[in-house]
C-alpha cells in the first residue's frame, strides 16, 4: 500500500482479474452440476424404459400383426445400454472436471471460489460432456420410440396412439436438443 492510502495500481487489476475468475470459475461449477444432475434424471428413464418391456410382449392394440417382434425387443436393450454409455461418459466427464476445480481451490484457502485452470481444458470438457448427453438423448429417445411400440403396436401397423406419441416425443426431443445443441457451441466459442 502507498504512503497516501492508496493501493498499487496493479492492485485493482489482479482484483479485477480474480473477481471474473471466481464469477466464471461458479459458473462452470454450475454448469457441471446441471448437467450431472439432468444425467442422473435420464439414467433414471433408462432403467425404468428396461423394466416396463419384457419380450413377447402383447401390446395394447388387441391384434398380433401389430406386437412387436423380439429383435424390436433386442434394438430397445441396445439402445438403452448405448444411452446409459453416454450419460455415464457425460456425467464422469463433468464429475472430473468439478473435481479439478475443487482441488485447485483447496489449495488457495483465501479465494475459495477462485481456480487456476485451464480455460481450453475446462471448455473442451464441457464440451465432451454436453456432447455425451445429446447422444444419450439420441439413443433414449430411440429406445422410447421401441418402448412405444412394444406396449401401443408398431409404427408399421398404423396404431394411431404410437404414431401420436412418436410424433410428439420427436418433435419435442429433436427441438430441445437443437435449442440446447446451439447453445452450446455459442458458449464454446465465447
Given at each position: 500500500?502507498?504512503?497516501?492510502?492508496?493501493?498499487?495500481?496493479?492492485?485493482?487489476?489482479?482484483?479485477?482479474?480474480?473477481?471474473?475468475?471466481?464469477?466464471?470459475?461458479?459458473?462452470?461449477?454450475?454448469?457441471?452440476?446441471?448437467?450431472?444432475?439432468?444425467?442422473?434424471?435420464?439414467?433414471?428413464?433408462?432403467?425404468?424404459?428396461?423394466?416396463?418391456?419384457?419380450?413377447?410382449?402383447?401390446?395394447?392394440?388387441?391384434?398380433?400383426?401389430?406386437?412387436?417382434?423380439?429383435?424390436?425387443?433386442?434394438?430397445?436393450?441396445?439402445?438403452?445400454?448405448?444411452?446409459?454409455?453416454?450419460?455415464?461418459?457425460?456425467?464422469?466427464?463433468?464429475?472430473g472436471l468439478k473435481l479439478a476445480i475443487n482441488?485447485?481451490?483447496?489449495?488457495?484457502?483465501?479465494?475459495?471460489?477462485?481456480?487456476?485452470?485451464?480455460?481450453?481444458?475446462?471448455?473442451?470438457?464441457?464440451?465432451?460432456?454436453?456432447?455425451?448427453?445429446?447422444?444419450?438423448?439420441?439413443?433414449?429417445?430411440?429406445?422410447?420410440?421401441?418402448?412405444?411400440?412394444?406396449?401401443?403396436?408398431?409404427?408399421?401397423?398404423?396404431?394411431?396412439?404410437?404414431?401420436?406419441?412418436?410424433?410428439?416425443?420427436?418433435?419435442?426431443?429433436?427441438?430441445?436438443?437443437?435449442?440446447?445443441?446451439?447453445?452450446?457451441?455459442?458458449?464454446?466459442?465465447?
Amino acid at each position: 500500500m502507498a504512503e497516501s492510502g492508496e493501493y498499487p495500481k496493479d492492485y485493482s487489476a489482479r482484483r479485477s482479474s480474480s473477481s471474473s475468475s471466481s464469477s466464471t470459475t461458479s459458473i462452470h461449477v454450475t454448469a457441471l452440476d446441471g448437467i450431472v444432475n439432468v444425467n442422473s434424471l435420464f439414467t433414471i428413464a433408462v432403467f425404468v424404459g428396461l423394466s416396463l418391456t419384457t419380450p413377447g410382449q402383447h401390446s395394447l392394440e388387441n391384434s398380433n400383426a401389430c406386437d412387436a417382434s423380439v429383435d424390436v425387443a433386442k434394438k430397445l436393450l441396445v439402445f438403452e445400454v448405448v444411452s446409459f454409455s453416454f450419460f455415464l461418459f457425460s456425467s464422469l466427464v463433468a464429475q472430473g472436471l468439478k473435481l479439478a476445480i475443487n482441488l485447485l481451490n483447496s489449495k488457495d484457502v483465501d479465494e475459495a471460489f477462485r481456480a487456476h485452470i485451464n480455460l481450453k481444458v475446462l471448455r473442451w470438457g464441457m464440451m465432451g460432456s454436453a456432447v455425451g448427453s445429446v447422444m444419450g438423448c439420441l439413443f433414449l429417445m430411440l429406445s422410447i420410440i421401441d418402448v412405444i411400440q412394444i406396449r401401443l403396436g408398431m409404427l408399421s401397423c398404423g396404431s394411431k396412439s404410437a404414431v401420436h406419441s412418436v410424433t410428439a416425443l420427436v418433435v419435442l426431443v429433436s427441438s430441445a436438443l437443437l435449442v440446447y445443441i446451439s447453445t452450446a457451441i455459442y458458449a464454446f466459442w465465447r
